[in-house]
């Protein structure tokens, strides 16, 4: 590991997800000397089966999807280090991560410039077997990502704290069949947005929402504080979610809601020489709109860093 500590890469790449692996492709076709560390919590692990990201007619299981891009950035001598980034500081103009690597060591990683890639963490209710629940498409994460995929079938969804009713109201364009449960312990609907679901057919359980648990057959299974169960088809839990945004944070990023960072059209943050793109910064968590995001901060570092002139080829 001492060539990571004897140098200065020209970009510390952190989060190897679908945003921080495009980027890091085409920062390695700009022939820039870049390093990627991924602790392994990228929530595209979770997707079952992507229909929506562009390329694949039959979809996309998510682990397909990083298998491929690290192949492909493989192909241009990029690599992924498993580990985590534990600290990120300023030292006489460079950036610092100090990783941490499976091993249990600390390296000390300079960089010219920094991109945030590390997405976010779900919060929310307890599911019983939920890794498994995902994986077979009982509990579902993501509406826009998903929601065709589910048509027709007995959907239920949580209500979250802002905006409680539209994620139900969303779903409505995909079945008739559309129950919400309060995950309060008092109602958090307004009268209009009782109106709102009742025009619009949408079934609501006012009794708190404890858990869910799995049936059998990996139904979700909604137990309520009266005492009800109730089975549905699928799940939209619509979690509460936390940017990873703490090592922004501690260099005095600009953050906005649920800790997300702030960026320019660029992906630049408040800090110069620090970038962010995917799920971390504020807008639309979609894998499309992450490489959308790394193409574009990838080629603007590549433009903000010294040119790397190319010698001629001996004939």
Request: net charge negative.
């Amino acid at each position: 590991m001492s060539e990571l500590t004897e140098r200065v890469f020209d970009s510390l790449v952190i989060g190897g997800g679908p945003g921080g692996l495009t980027a890091a492709i085409y920062l390695r076709r700009f022939t820039r000397n870049i390093v990627v560390i991924d602790k392994g919590n990228s929530r595209a692990g979770l997707i079952p089966v992507s229909h929506n990201y562009p390329g694949f007619p039959e979809g996309v299981p998510g682990t397909q999807l990083l298998n491929n891009l690290s192949c492909q950035l493989n192909n241009y001598g990029g690599e992924v280090l498993r580990g985590e980034v534990t600290d990120l500081r300023l030292e006489d103009g460079h950036f610092v991560g100090d990783y941490l690597d499976d091993a249990g060591d600390t390296h000390a990683i300079r960089a010219l410039t920094v991109l945030l890639a590390t997405g976010v963490a779900d919060v929310g209710l307890p599911i019983e077997n939920w890794r498994e629940a995902v994986a077979c498409g009982a509990v579902r994460l993501c509406p826009v990502c998903d929601g065709f995929d589910v048509m027709d079938r007995r959907i239920a969804v949580a209500t979250s704290e802002i905006n409680p009713v539209g994620h139900a109201l969303f779903m409505r364009s995909f079945s008739a069949d559309v129950t919400l449960f309060d995950r309060s312990e008092e109602p958090i609907l307004s009268d209009d947005e009782r109106r709102q679901i009742t025009a619009a057919g949408v079934h609501y359980i006012e009794s708190p929402l404890l858990g869910v648990t799995m049936s059998e057959d990996m139904k979700p299974v909604l137990n309520t504080a009266d005492g009800e169960s109730r089975e549905f088809d699928v799940f939209y839990p619509i979690l509460g979610e936390s940017a990873r945004s703490g090592l922004a944070s501690s260099l005095g990023v600009e953050t906005a809601e649920c800790d997300k960072i702030v960026v320019d059209d660029h992906q630049r943050t408040s800090v110069p020489g620090l970038y962010a793109i995917g799920d971390v910064v504020r807008g639309l968590n979609q894998i499309a709109v992450a490489a959308g995001q790394a193409a574009i901060a990838a080629t603007t570092i590549h433009n903000a860093l010294p040119w790397t002139l190319r010698s001629k080829v001996k004939s």
